[in-house]
């Protein structure tokens, strides 16, 4: 038999008897956009109804989703749908479109050329066709008779067979199968036909395809869309976020109706409605500075057919790990925008200090001056006699309150580091007691019980005796504050490796952690007005950093607060050390 060279078919006359509501039912089917086991449905019943077979099937390999093969009987009318991954598609590799399918009718056509192994025929487009099949040699491989005897089929076995080829380009290629219970069904006029209906087949699998993908394509760019319009808005907090996107994704999966997802991101978790442990799914990362740190899944509540990725579609794939993608971008930016508002706040903290420096400066020669003038004409006043009682408590006010605004002014000079230091090897337990002895009448008037610890081998410290004062008062003055009903202060001195701790402990009303973050802040109080600066502890942590040591304070509410100082020992330790009791 002649044939044309491969890649030239002959020109078909519509036949006559072809059924004009075939062909516009197969393209309607096709311009509806319907899901894939749904189109193929209609297909097929349309083809048995109009083409005179007991049995349909189509083949189709390749292209841009899986293979899959579809039947269905006359007689039972049961269909059948499976999906095949000849072409070991999963994470999206691609196999070659109807390569197989070039493969058998290659085969076929061989068969028939050597000695007639096969008792079919070949049309001059490339179908194939038997009309005995029971009768057919034994000869024939392997490959022919599973295409010829299908198992999947729900029917008693046919004795007429047809294969007729497909060419639908992006949706792949593959074959219609027709199958007749009684022998010698099939001629080439018959052949003809079945020709002209494959190429309705295959134009309307294209146009099916297209407008399937268009659509699934507008589901996936719409749920993108969404989700940026969330993400765009930086005052939105993250669980709220996470609970609006949730919400987005399962409609743009092919089965919308029985789709469920779930994100979950550190400790946090937000669901769907039906989302179950153990379903069909698929999940992509949320990876924040290249660790993982949550996770976006998407599962069917209901068995579906294998597709892609089980269930899935390769750009259903493409899609949650875009979201995923999209999901730590906004997350690390967050962080980093965090992160920049917390350097903007230290620096401007930095740009704050300089400026009390120099205010500091400016205030030490603008203040001290008349300050002592007024300091000590007040004190030469309350020495003069038979000064009357109004007067002489007047002055006491001036002095007290004079000795106030000097204290302000050194602590002002000492923050800004323009004070002359003096650095000499000071003992710690000797500076402790002189501090001590300035507050003992303080501590009886407010019913405040002391208790001292002092360690033999303290030792010595290589500071200036002026500012280790100033740690011991304003720590001492703190703690009197936090105590205004009276408790128990306890103070401490010990030598640890090479460094001296210096340990007050008060039973006063404790802080808060958000306080407790905040009390080396420069002007950060909360005393009362007239009760304090917000400086001291701004202070101390500037002395003891100066004198590279360190500060460690821990505080409770209704408990007390303990603060810890710890400095560079001046001189090597004579032994006898001990931890810090500072908890």
Known sequence: MGRKPPGMRKKIKIPEKQSFALTSGILQAASEGLPKTEFYYRVLKLLIDYVDCDMVSIRIRGGTSNSCAVSLSRTERSFHFTVKDLGKRRGGGTAPAGRGEEDLFRILRSSEVEEGRVKGALSENGSFWINNVAGYSLHAGERV???LLDDAWPAPACESIALIPLSAREAGSGYLRFGVKRPEAFNPTEIEILEYTAQTVSTALIHWHATWSLRERVKELSCLYKIANILDTPTKPLAEA??????????????????????????????TEGFKEGAQSQSAPIAV????????????????PELDEGPFLYEERKLLDTIALELSVRIERGLYEKQQRKIMEQMKHSNRMAMVGQFASAVAHEINEPLTNILGFAQLAMKCPDLPGQAASDLDKIVATSLCVREIVRKLLMYGRKMPQRETLVSVNKIAEE????????FAKEGITLSLSFAENAGEVKADPGQLRQIFANLLINAIQAMPEGGALGIETMRSREQISLIVRDTGCGMTPDIK??????????????????????????????????ILVNSSPGVGT???????AGAPSSGG???????
């Open 435 to 442: 501090s001590i002895s300035f507050f003992e009448h303080r």
């Open 242 to 271: 996470l609970r609006e996107i949730v919400r987005i994704i399962p409609p743009a999966w092919l089965h919308t109706d029985v789709a469920a997802a779930r994100i979950t991101f550190d400790t946090q978790s937000c669901s």
């Open 577 to 583: 050390e001990k931890e810090s009791t500072c908890p």
């Open 289 to 304: 500075n290249g660790q993982q740190r949550g996770l976006v899944e998407v599962i069917y509540a209901e068995t579906m």
């Open 517 to 550: 973050d905040k009390i080396f802040i420069p002007f950060f109080t909360t005393k009362g007005v007239n009760q304090g600066t917000g400086l001291g502890l701004s202070v101390v942590l500037e002395i003891v950093t100066g004198l590279k040591g360190t």
């Open 562 to 568: 303990c603060v810890e100082v710890r400095l560079p």
């Open 145 to 147: 008779k599973r295409a």
